[in-house]
Structure formats: structure tokens, C-alpha cells
């Protein structure tokens, strides 16, 4: 998420505690501020700190940190950033512990004194060493992805039916198709339902019988959040994906620094997704559910979360985070 900051070129001066005049002062500027600009829909907050030596900081969460020098001169506060450019705001007010400025793109941002906190996550219990939410609703929700140690890892990505991970996702490589090296699948050996997309087992001039075995949702055998979390967590299916968005309210917060869904159920407790992964840590905005595509088997059910969210279907052989329920 590319975040740039609001203004123009201004000519920089070094810093002084000689303000000349106004109802600001720089001891008072000195610390941390919080602004309540996000960007775009995202609700990661600006973090300010200014610091007595005249260099300042300021972050977005987890997704980029800016430094530089600032000067102050009553009302106009003028930054100069490390990697080059400067931009100023104008104080309109300016209280003890919260200050009003205008950029010069006619923005006002209002900065409050300290960091605002983001939302913390809470638990209703552990199943087999991992937490869970009792959100309210059919089943209850784990609060971390598979392969991660908490809500802010991404984890790991897996094929649909497949319990472990790899670096490449193709059908060449999908346990349950014969793959025939052209990049498309050809001829699956499991979870099929309709005519012609299993692999051949029967010919002859008058006649050609392909593998069907009906299966529609994944056995535990194949189902890798109980292979990796134990015979209690299972994959969630597709209607249990759709009760979790119908159900319950999406919101988008700071969690961790990051711009994450908050989904609170009918309970009134939440889990977090995180919807817009920082640059360089991106795995997978795609989440599996255990449910096959009974009109297209080469495809199975899952979920999009970035800024919004939806359930699709997709190839199996696709590499998807998953996210784990108990009963």
C-alpha cells in the first residue's frame, strides 16, 4: 500500500525554539501525535514524533516509516524528508494535548496527543493448543491462519486437498490430477462429480469410463488444518464462510498496526483478517474453504479478503491461506 505524503516544496531552515510569536510553542510540540487521516478507507492512522533536536518520524502502521528534519515558526510547521522533498502544514488551533492543522492540499488534520491504540484481540478458549473465538454463530473460529503464530502472520498457503506447502502451485504438481505438462489440469483422482473431469480408467472403441467418486467436501485425511492442528479443527466449509459474512459485522480497523477486518458476530466478540498485507509480506488474499465447485470440479470454494470481501471459486490447484474452526 503506497502511502505519500500531503504537500509541496517549501524551503528548509534548521530547527529553533525561537518561534516568533503565535500561541504555539516548540516544547509544546515535542512527542508523539496521532492524526485521524487514513488513507483512502484504511484506517491506519499517522503516527507523529516530534523530537527536540529537530528531526521528527512519522508511520503508518506496519506499512511505511517516513523521517526527516522539521522547523517550527508559528503556525507553520515545515518538514523535510530524509529521502528528499518537503511539505508544510499550518496550526489553525492548538490546544495541550491536541492541535488542528491544514496541509497545503486544504486538508485538515486533527493531531491528538500519544498513540492511539488499536483493537485487541480476545479469546474464548483453546482447543487442542489453539485459540479460538466463540463468535456466536455454527461453529467457532480460530484466530490465526494456519502456519502462523497469530493473527498478523499470514501463515502458510496450501492447494485445496493438500497438506502441506510448496513454492509453486501448479497442476503439474497437484496431488489429485494427473497432471499432462501443459499447465491444466488433466484427468483428477479425487472429489469429482461430473462426468469427464476424472481421469480415465475405461476405453475401448464404443465406450471411455472416467473416475467419479462424489466426494464434495474435504475428508479429514486431506483436510490440512486437522493434519496440522489435530482432529478437532477442520477447514470451513463454504456455507459456514457465508454464515460468517451474513451473520456478522465487517469493519475495518487497526489491529497491530495493520488494516485488518474486524468480523463480530452475533456475540459480540471478533476475529481479524488482515486486509491489506504491507508491501514485501503479501502471501495471499484468498482463503479455502473445504467445499469442491460441483459444476466445475477442477475449481473449489473460497473467500477474497482485501478491502472487501467475497467468496468465489478457483482453480484447487491455487496456493490459499486457510483459517481453521472447531465445533
Not at 70 to 94: A, L, N
Not at 249 to 260: E, K
Request: proline share 2%; with cysteine; charged share 20%.
Amino acid at each position: 500500500m503506497a502511502i505519500v505524503a500531503m504537500g509541496i516544496c517549501a524551503n528548509f531552515t534548521s530547527c529553533s525554539d525561537d518561534d516568533g510569536g503565535g500561541s504555539g510553542s516548540s516544547s509544546q510540540l515535542l512527542g508523539k501525535w496521532t492524526t485521524d487521516w487514513t488513507y483512502g478507507s484504511s484506517p491506519i492512522n499517522q503516527v507523529y514524533t516530534f523530537n527536540a533536536d529537530g528531526t521528527y518520524s512519522y508511520s503508518y502502521g506496519v506499512y511505511e516509516t517516513v523521517t526527516g528534519r522539521y522547523t517550527y515558526k508559528y503556525p507553520i510547521i515545515t518538514f523535510s524528508k530524509t529521502d528528499g522533498g518537503t511539505y508544510i502544514y499550518t496550526i489553525v488551533s492548538m490546544e495541550n494535548d491536541y492541535f488542528v492543522a491544514m496541509t497545503q492540499s486544504g486538508n485538515s488534520l486533527t493531531f491528538k496527543k500519544g498513540v492511539k491504540e488499536g483493537e485487541k484481540q480476545t479469546v474464548s478458549g483453546k482447543v487442542q493448543n489453539h485459540d479460538y473465538v466463540d463468535l456466536g454463530l455454527s461453529v467457532k473460529w480460530a484466530t490465526c491462519n494456519v502456519g502462523a503464530s497469530k493473527t498478523t502472520d499470514s501463515g502458510d498457503k496450501y492447494a485445496w486437498g493438500e497438506t502441506y506447502t510448496k513454492n509453486d502451485f501448479t497442476w503439474d504438481n497437484y496431488k489429485w490430477c494427473e497432471g499432462n505438462g501443459n499447465g491444466w489440469f488433466d484427468g483428477l483422482t479425487k472429489y469429482v462429480t461430473i462426468d469427464g473431469y476424472g481421469k480415465l480408467i475405461y476405453s475401448n472403441e464404443w465406450y471411455d469410463e472416467y473416475f467419479k467418486d462424489d466426494l464434495t467436501t474435504l475428508e479429514a485425511s486431506d483436510d490440512v488444518a486437522t493434519a496440522k492442528w489435530g482432529s478437532q479443527w477442520r477447514m470451513p466449509t463454504k456455507e459456514e464462510f457465508e454464515e460468517l459474512m451474513d451473520k456478522c459485522s465487517w469493519d475495518h480497523v487497526n489491529f497491530d498496526g495493520y488494516v485488518c477486518y474486524k468480523v463480530t458476530g452475533p456475540s459480540g466478540k471478533s476475529i481479524f483478517f488482515v486486509a491489506d498485507w504491507p508491501e514485501g509480506l503479501w502471501k495471499s488474499d484468498y482463503y479455502w474453504t473445504s467445499t469442491l465447485d460441483a459444476e466445475r470440479n477442477q475449481c473449489a470454494y473460497n473467500i477474497f479478503i482485501n478491502n472487501t470481501a467475497y467468496i468465489g471459486s478457483n482453480g484447487r490447484e491455487w496456493g490459499c491461506l486457510v483459517r481453521p474452526v472447531t465445533e
